[in-house]
């Protein structure tokens, strides 16, 4: 299903369904477009904590709060400078996720390099400039010895 729809201020829409069901024609002229502004700083960090689980919360909560506030940081950045690459909030869950999981396996908090290989792990897609943006950034927060730093993205 490919369709253009006006907005108020004109501007075009490109519009791609993908479904396993068939279509009747009813169920063709039908759509829904879900539109989220970014969470605050503090809904960020509590959406961190509750992907973590329970058990994990107190060792965490200070690992993933900067991890909030780095997101935060570069999704304003990109937001208002970077027109070619885009990152979103499913960017900050799946790291979330990956730093959780990579923490319960080890029964401890996260090393910088557990940190920094979920960073590459999720943002690694992006062009090579965003990319060195975000590293950079991620770098401030948590200190990562060279030799921790993965050598390719």
């Known amino acids: 299903l490919l369709e253009n729809s006006g907005t108020s201020d004109n501007t075009k829409i490109g519009f791609i369904g993908i479904s396993n069901w068939s279509l009747d024609p009813a169920k063709m002229n039908r759509g829904l477009y879900v539109t989220r502004q970014l969470p605050d700083l503090n809904e960020l960090k509590m959406t961190a904590s509750q992907i973590s689980k329970e058990s994990m919360r107190d060792k965490l909560s200070d690992q993933l709060g900067r991890v909030a506030e780095v997101y935060m940081e570069i999704y304003k950045d990109f937001s208002e400078n970077d027109t070619k690459s885009y990152i979103g909030l499913r960017?900050?869950?799946?790291?979330?996720?990956?730093?959780?999981?990579?923490?319960?396996?080890?029964?401890?908090?996260?090393?910088?390099?557990?940190?920094?290989?979920?960073?590459?792990?999720?943002?690694?897609?992006?062009?090579?400039?965003?990319?060195?943006?975000?590293?950079r950034a991620f770098e401030k927060r948590f200190t990562v010895p060279i030799e921790m730093k993965p050598t390719t993205i």
């Open 91 to 135: 960017d900050f869950y799946c790291l979330v996720k990956y730093l959780c999981k990579r923490a319960e396996e080890k029964g401890s908090s996260l090393t910088s390099g557990d940190i920094l290989n979920g960073v590459y792990r999720n943002f690694g897609g992006i062009c090579p400039d965003a990319n060195i943006k975000v590293m």
